[in-house]
């Protein structure tokens, strides 16, 4: 199976980075991509914002935008799946080309833009599987020409409201004029409180950018122990250009994915987990490519790690490969578990 998806993903790159992803959705829809033998380990069981996790490896948002293909993604091994970001009214996202393969720095770069189908499509799919198992996060965005961002976001949570097992506030993508300016402390402050007011039973995440200011970190800290958010992910996309890329496409605009985002997003996840103090979990997201720098994100303060841009240089087996390592360096470092070894680094 392992030569077969290694070969699959060698294929797909011979087709544009956007083609390329629409044939992997088509092929897991269509049951081409073998399901794995998926890994039961006690030691990989966590808890996150109360849900308990069969393991901590996650899908990032940002794949399966329209939540065409869950129960398949959960059926490679992923212990949380993360579909959208959803926007209330379908919309076409930014102008063609706008993904961008790094090859050369295990690398991505897009600039999507929230293309999706909108609220009453993803809607529809959530409620076709409502009875299904499996732990099922949508990830929140806004309209590219809304008067009202924040009440995009309100839209949408009770639209979905009794559908998924968490929510994702996406206030970080960079592909989306003026968005980001959602992070600073008033305006934070407003979104958090109507988002949390229309909240019921599932919970509440925030995606942080990596491209924080020092200044930023605390007030952000501050607003999500207040506002009672269920978690943090850290982190989204990056708009600077390490010196250190290599390939032609590294000037393109858009939010850097991969390898080249690993150090910046860890340091991130770090400064939070102490500024939190325990008091919130973390999601470790950025650069995660193999066990090893899964199981770095969890020592530097990670309750759950998620990841994507990796599977497309090394194809979908690479869950249960990370899965399978972190199971023998949990063991190998003498943790019963993974909340054990959480922050260990910090």
């Known amino acids: ?9 060698k294929a797909l790159h011979a087709f544009p980075p956007e083609m390329a992803h629409q044939l992997s959705l088509k092929a897991l829809k269509a049951g081409l991509v073998p399901t794995p033998t998926l890994i039961h380990d006690g030691v990989l069981k966590t808890r996150l914002a109360g849900m308990d996790l069969p393991n901590p490896v996650g899908l990032a948002a940002g794949y399966d935008k329209n939540g065409e293909v869950i129960d398949p993604l959960l059926g490679l091994g992923f212990g949380f799946v993360e579909c959208g970001a959803v926007t209330p009214r379908a919309q076409a996202g930014n102008p063609k080309p706008r993904v961008f393969r790094l090859s050369a720095d295990q690398a991505v770069i897009n600039r999507m833009g929230f293309n999706n189908a909108g609220l009453v499509a993803m809607k529809a799919r959530l409620s076709a599987r409502a009875s299904r198992y499996g732990f099922v996060g949508v990830n929140l965005g806004a309209n590219k020409d809304s008067a009202d961002r924040t009440e995009d976001y309100v ?11 968490f929510f994702t506030v996406n206030i970080s993508s960079p592909n989306t004029p003026g968005l980001r300016a959602l992070q600073s402390k008033a305006s934070l402050d407003e979104l958090l409180g109507r988002v949390m007011q229309a909240k019921h039973a599932a919970p509440i995440f925030l995606k942080v950018a990596p491209d924080l200011k020092d200044e930023d970190l ?5 607003s999500v122990i207040e506002h009672k958010i269920d978690a943090l992910v850290v982190s989204n996309t990056t708009i600077e250009r390490p010196d250190t890329l290599m390939s032609t496409d590294r000037a393109e605009g858009g939010g850097l994915s ?3 985002l690993f150090e910046r997003s860890t340091a991130l996840l770090k400064s939070f987990a102490r500024e939190l103090d325990g008091n919130v979990p973390l999601v470790g997201v950025g650069g995660i490519e193999d066990a090893d720098t899964a199981y770095a994100k969890i ?3 990670a309750t759950a790690v998620q ?3 990796a ?8 869950v249960t490969e990370i899965i399978r390592g972190l199971a023998e360096r949990l063991k190998a470092d003498g943790f019963a578990s993974v909340g054990e ?4 680094d910090v």
């Not at 199976?1 to 993903?9: E, H, R």
């Open 1 to 9: 199976m392992s030569g077969f998806l290694k070969f699959g993903t």
């Open 155 to 165: 839209t949408s949570l009770t639209g979905l409201e009794g559908l998924a097992s």
């Open 218 to 222: 605390a007030d952000i800290a501050a």
């Open 258 to 260: 991969g390898r080249p």
């Open 299 to 301: 020592r530097s303060g």
């Open 307 to 309: 990841f994507y841009s």
């Open 311 to 318: 599977m497309v240089y090394k194809g979908p087996g690479l």
């Open 341 to 344: 070894a959480v922050g260990v």
